[in-house]
């Protein structure tokens, strides 16, 4: 199992960007599916984004399609997530998790970052 830790979160201003990102260490992530979270107060975990692995399949949650992007780089071991147009709606604690094989489904998850905040200020 293999830990992960999120960075890149902070407080922005609507209309700005942030890009978050989610290393892995005591394995590798590279060829297993990653998917991020998010969870604001008093609302269920949402899946944002999640890819399969690089030049693979890839799923945005319809809120932020268009917006957000994830991406990889194998060589750091490194999952990001780009966030673009920022809306006050995107305030949230945001996490990644990764399967521990290649074809586990969105649902599917062995590991956990603890999160990091986002704020989006109107």
């Known amino acids: 199992q293999v830990q992960l830790v999120e960075s890149g979160g902070g407080w922005v201003q609507a209309g700005g960007s942030l890009r978050l990102s989610c290393t892995a260490s005591?394995?590798?992530?590279?060829?297993?599916?990653v998917g991020w979270f998010r969870q604001a107060p008093g609302k269920e975990r949402e899946l944002v984004a999640w890819?399969?692995?690089?030049?693979?399949?890839?799923y945005y949650g319809d809120s932020v399609k268009g917006r957000f992007t994830i991406f990889r780089d194998n060589a750091k071991n490194t999952v990001y997530l780009q966030m673009n147009s920022l809306k006050p709606e995107d305030t949230a604690v945001y996490s990644c998790?990764?399967?521990?094989?290649?074809?586990?489904?969105?649902?599917?998850?062995?590991?956990w970052g603890q999160g990091t905040q986002v704020t989006v200020s109107s």
């Open positions: 998790a990764a399967a521990s094989y290649s074809g586990a489904a969105k649902h599917e998850y062995d590991s």
């Open positions: 005591g394995g590798t992530i590279s060829t297993y599916p």
């Open positions: 890819n399969r692995y690089s030049g693979g399949n890839t």
